[in-house]
């Protein structure tokens, strides 16, 4: 059985040329920014948008907002496909050093680099949602080889093993959050070994 439910926002009717969506907006919050943010998102995804009204409650004065000409909507929409493009594109090695660190370090992570000999050693860091400061080492004799350490080593990271390390360790947090920001540190290194093979745009 459904149950209805109660609108609690202001309703925006956004529509394109076959048909449309109720977006239902608190409040509390900006409607451009708001509306601007959905529509762009569907105008990316293939949509062409025609039109924002506002409805209005026990009325048929449905008035129409500006929205795809405001500065917020295409600069959402430039965010958008400049993200799409990133995923898009075709997975490259870096050429360089500098390279490699300056693509891990648009994902978030910090790199220093070790003198290892002929190795080449580096360290990646980023802080957890937890708080913990994580980092890892990765190595290889060129770059393409420390890019694979950095894939295998977020292929066979523990969230298990992770979690009995830092347990125990003072001020550690309890095991419910260490879970959690074990999976979050997956996700990170996930994240991290996909952004070593794409060029910055």
């Known amino acids: 059985m459904y149950k209805a439910k109660e609108i609690e926002g202001v309703v925006y009717r956004v529509k394109h040329l076959t048909g449309g969506w109720l977006v239902e907006v608190p409040e509390t919050e900006d409607p451009i920014e708001a509306l601007a943010t959905f529509a762009a998102e569907k105008s990316v995804k293939g949509y062409i948008i025609t039109s924002v009204t506002r409805i209005f409650d026990c009325s048929k004065d449905t008035p129409r907002m500006a929205v795809i000409s405001t500065k917020e909507f295409k600069s ?3 965010r958008l496909m400049d993200e799409k493009a990133y ?3 075709a997975e490259t090695y870096p050429e360089t050093i500098e390279e490699l660190t300056a693509r891990a370090e648009a994902a978030g992570w910090s790199v220093d680099r070790d003198e290892d000999g002929e190795q080449i050693r580096l360290s990646f860091g980023q802080s957890t949602p937890a708080g913990e400061d994580f980092w890892f080492d990765a190595c290889g004799e060129d770059v393409e080889e420390v890019v694979d350490s950095v894939k295998r080593y977020a292929l066979d990271f523990d969230c298990d093993e992770h979690v009995r390390e830092v347990m125990n360790g003072q001020g550690a947090p ?15 290194l996930d994240e991290l070994a996909g952004s070593l093979m794409r060029k910055l745009i």
Do not use: F, N, P
């Open 76 to 78: 959402e929409v430039k």
């Open 87 to 89: 995923y898009e594109q």
């Open 174 to 188: 309890d095991l419910t959050t260490l879970v959690e920001d074990a999976k979050a540190i997956q996700e990170m």
